[in-house]
């Protein structure tokens, strides 16, 4: 462990912003109870991640746990137990400054199902989403090496089997949207599955379209 010297502007001002994303996150049941980690890269290699065991819907500023570039956690705190695959994460991919692990439940309708998600739905879906795939559970614990591989900000989503959605962005709010987007895209097609007929996607054509006109 280790004691910070002094709080950075910068520091602070995450501090304060993850706590109204979390807040907004736990306000739309993206996260629940204790269970959602969120975490977002400082310039100078740490990162601030939130604690274990609290209550996200309580949390505040001075909750939230920080991690030093060496993997040290900030003294008398105890970070979520998912704050060492942030760290690798983050060292595998210097784009990446935020990452969001989730349960929100109409994704983890196709997480604890052989149903694959498939974001060509609606063009924002597919533009924040790109292809999400889906790994068996424990493969970030187990098989952390192979496993980061694939999560990038070129593919900034995926789904654990049994377990969790984990989403990354270039900043807190594309991390938050991809979330978001995902879980309001699960619940259309959840929806959509009780009106018995057969979802349409964009097809391969429309999906070039996109992908060039947006960079992707």
């Given amino acids: 462990t280790f004691v910070p010297e002094v709080r950075t502007s910068e520091e602070l001002a995450v501090r304060r ?30 990162f601030v991640v939130t604690p274990s065991g609290k209550g996200r819907a309580y949390l505040e500023p001075e909750d939230l746990v920080l ?6 956690c900030e003294e008398g705190k105890k970070p979520s137990r998912s704050f060492v695959l942030h760290k690798i994460i983050y060292n595998n991919d210097p784009e990446i400054k935020t990452v969001i692990i989730a349960r929100p439940p109409h994704i983890m309708a196709f997480a604890v199902t052989d149903t694959d998600f498939d974001a060509r739905l609606i063009p924002e879906s597919y533009i924040a989403l790109k292809t999400v795939r889906k790994r068996p559970f424990g493969a970030s614990y187990q098989q952390p ?14 789904l654990i089997e049994n377990d969790s959605i984990i989403a990354v962005g270039t900043n807190m709010l594309n991390a938050f949207d991809r979330l978001e987007v995902l879980e309001y895209s699960a619940k259309s097609l959840v929806q959509a599955a009780s009106l018995g007929g057969e979802v349409v996607k964009i097809s391969p054509d ?6 060039v006109a947006f960079n992707l």
């Fill in 17 to 46: 912003e993850m706590c109204d994303l979390i807040h907004r996150a736990y306000g739309n049941q993206l996260f629940t109870s204790d269970m959602g980690t969120f975490s977002c890269k400082l310039s100078d290699g740490s």
């Fill in 67 to 72: 991690i030093s570039k060496d993997g040290k």
């Fill in 145 to 158: 090496e192979t496993f980061i591989k694939d999560i990038s900000i070129k593919d900034p989503v995926l």
């Fill in 206 to 211: 429309e999906v070039r379209e996109i992908e």
